[in-house]
């Protein structure tokens, strides 16, 4: 039997389909940011030989998870046209909450309802101070901010609460070599995805977003829906705060402290819009992957802790700055 040779039309069309295939993943807007992930892995990959080993590889997953659960509930809050600047303090005070009801020897998934809830709570204020009262978010969170550091230090004094309780796991337990948190992490990228992406909810957050009085003629309930966001960042705030704690065993009133930097460069270097508007969720899990990948390279490089701090500022403005120079393009 004679072989078949598929014939040149054949050969072009699937040629032509290729073609079609890359160009639409290239106008991916979370393309740039996984191109630059990648660009900066090899870079680490050959500067250090450390980069690349499993040890390390779940290392970096560990230490940004956190920050990748938090920008999961701050890219829906910036979408909005909104943002929080408390979730830093939030987590600590979440932390405390956690360490005080260990000390009372309540079961573990007492300990994590209460201290969602707790969460939940907070978010809600927020959220009712934006929407009922007519505060700019950056006031409310930045008070809240202020608030729940206050609290922190009051409720400890300033010192640390050891947690002896089966609700460490969350923080430091492994699945299969896994760390638990890692884990968590990925099911609340998947979560917060679905929701924004499949969802009547998540539709009706970019609606607010794009345009706040189009959305409300159209019969959305814009107050409802910030609520909602708030509430969202108040239970992730929470769950971090549990994880947090649980790495070390300890919750400390300083835990926390400057994750709201961190948390805000990974959605704006996902993609994510100050806006309004415009944003994912698979782009903000890049942008923590870059926030994490940046953060370890500086400690296998051996490079002063305090450029982290230069880098991460820097970090935000270029990425803010290309935000506004593409928006100035569009209109």
Not at 59 to 68: C, E, G
Not at 86 to 91: A, E, H, K, M, Y
Not at 269 to 288: P, T
Request: net charge positive.
């Amino acid at each position: 039997m004679g072989s078949f040779k598929p014939s040149s039309s054949t050969m072009e069309v699937d040629l032509t389909q290729s073609n079609h295939f890359f160009s639409r993943l290239m106008k991916q807007k979370e393309m740039p940011v996984l191109i630059a992930l990648l660009v900066l892995c090899v870079v680490l990959s050959f500067s250090s030989e450390f980069f690349l080993t499993s040890k390390n590889i779940f290392n970096v997953l560990r230490q940004f998870s956190v920050i990748a659960i938090l920008a999961v509930g701050q890219a829906l809050i910036i979408i909005t046209g909104g943002i929080d600047l408390s979730v830093g303090s939030l987590v600590g005070l979440m932390g405390i909450c956690t360490a005080l009801l260990a000390g009372m020897g309540l079961p573990a998934w007492v300990i994590f309802i209460g201290v969602l809830l707790a969460g939940c709570i907070a978010g809600s204020i927020n959220g009712l101070l934006v929407t009922k009262v007519r505060i700019n978010p950056f006031i409310v969170t930045l008070g809240m901010l202020s608030i729940a550091k206050g609290v922190s230090l009051l409720i400890t004094g300033g010192l640390p609460i050891s947690i002896e309780n089966a609700i460490t796991f969350l923080g430091s337990g492994y699945i299969s070599a896994v760390p638990v948190s890692v884990i968590i992490m990925f099911l609340v990228v998947l979560a917060g995805h679905i929701f924004a992406t499949r969802t009547l909810y998540g539709r009706n957050i970019y609606a607010v977003g794009n345009n706040e009085r189009a959305a409300k003629l159209s019969g959305i309930r814009v107050d409802q829906v910030k609520i909602m966001v708030f509430v969202i960042m108040g239970a992730l705030c929470a769950l971090s705060g549990i994880i947090l704690s649980g790495n070390l065993s300890t919750a400390e009133p300083a835990a926390g402290t400057g994750y709201e930097l961190d948390v805000i460069a990974a959605v704006v270097i996902g993609g994510a819009s100050l806006a309004g508007g415009q944003g994912s969720i698979i782009g903000v899990i890049l942008g923590a992957a870059i926030m994490g990948v940046l953060r370890n390279g500086f400690v296998l490089l051996e490079i002063s802790a305090y450029w982290q701090v230069v880098t991460i500022g820097l970090v935000i403005i270029a990425a803010v700055a290309l935000d506004s120079i593409k928006n100035r393009k569009q209109t």
